[in-house]
């Protein structure tokens, strides 16, 4: 079927710090692949996506490259910020209008 | 001038009552949906409509009833509510395939 599996959460790191969340996707047909974030009260908003293999998504420092070998789309950022501190999904879509989401991974960045 | 608009932020009632959640969207959008958020984060689909015809239906208790009067428009009525329907609910809409956007949530909680 189609699943998203992420790390587990809670992520707790100090400012500054390099992140990882990771992210894999069951390989049925070809995904479109998405990141979101959810701040505290808040909807979900979409962060960053990428629609083909070897694509790479990038927005506020956050980058995404979509792996077909590995099925990974592995969130990374070089240096978080307090203002990080959210839940974040990885997600699938496929064709027929269902977006599929990952269980999120709560970050929690310290100062 | 807010995308995805719900109401009410907070619902607090009583078991056994009947509840209703609004949610318009001012993005011109042809599907929405609503999603369910339990205390863990999980999001799980509810439903969808595109077009005010409903596309997907997950298994979801029939005591659940969504109702779109037009396509910007997507409400979310609750028969008999019980202990395990509290959630948070989100309301989403999109036009291409897997860019959404979320509603603020309706914390739900039932005594």
């Known amino acids: 079927g189609n699943s998203v599996t992420q790390m587990e959460g809670p992520v707790t790191l100090s400012e500054e710090a390099f992140l990882t969340i990771n992210c894999t996707y069951t390989?049925?047909?070809?995904?479109?692949l998405f990141w979101y974030v959810q701040y505290p009260g808040e909807g979900l908003q979409l962060l960053l996506k990428?629609?083909?293999?070897?694509d790479k998504g990038s927005n506020k420092g956050f980058e995404a490259t979509y792996r077909k070998e590995t099925t990974s789309f592995h969130l990374e950022k070089g240096s978080v910020q307090v203002s990080d501190s959210a839940v974040y999904f990885c997600?699938?879509?496929?064709?027929?209008?269902?977006?599929?989401f990952g269980q999120g991974t709560e970050l929690s960045v310290k100062p | 001038d807010t995308a995805v608009s719900q109401t009410p932020k907070y619902l607090v009632t009583q078991m056994g009552n009947d509840k209703s959640i609004k949610c318009e969207q001012n993005?011109?959008?042809?599907?929405m949906y609503w999603y369910k958020q339990d205390s863990k984060k999980f999001l799980k689909i509810m439903f969808s409509?595109?077009?005010?015809?409903?596309?997907i239906n997950e298994t979801v208790p029939n005591r659940f009833s969504p109702k779109s009067p037009d396509k910007a428009h997507l409400n979310l009525h609750i028969n008999s509510l019980e202990l395990g329907d509290s959630a948070v609910y989100f309301c989403?809409?999109?036009?291409?395939?897997?860019?959404?956007?979320f509603g603020s949530g309706t914390q739900l909680s039932v005594l």
């Open positions: 997600a699938r879509y496929n064709q027929g209008g269902k977006l599929i």
């Open positions: 409509y595109n077009n005010k015809e409903l596309i």
């Open positions: 390989a049925t047909g070809y995904p479109s």
């Open positions: 990428a629609t083909k293999a070897d």
């Open positions: 989403a809409s999109s036009q291409e395939g897997g860019r959404m956007f």
């Open positions: 993005l011109g959008h042809d599907t």
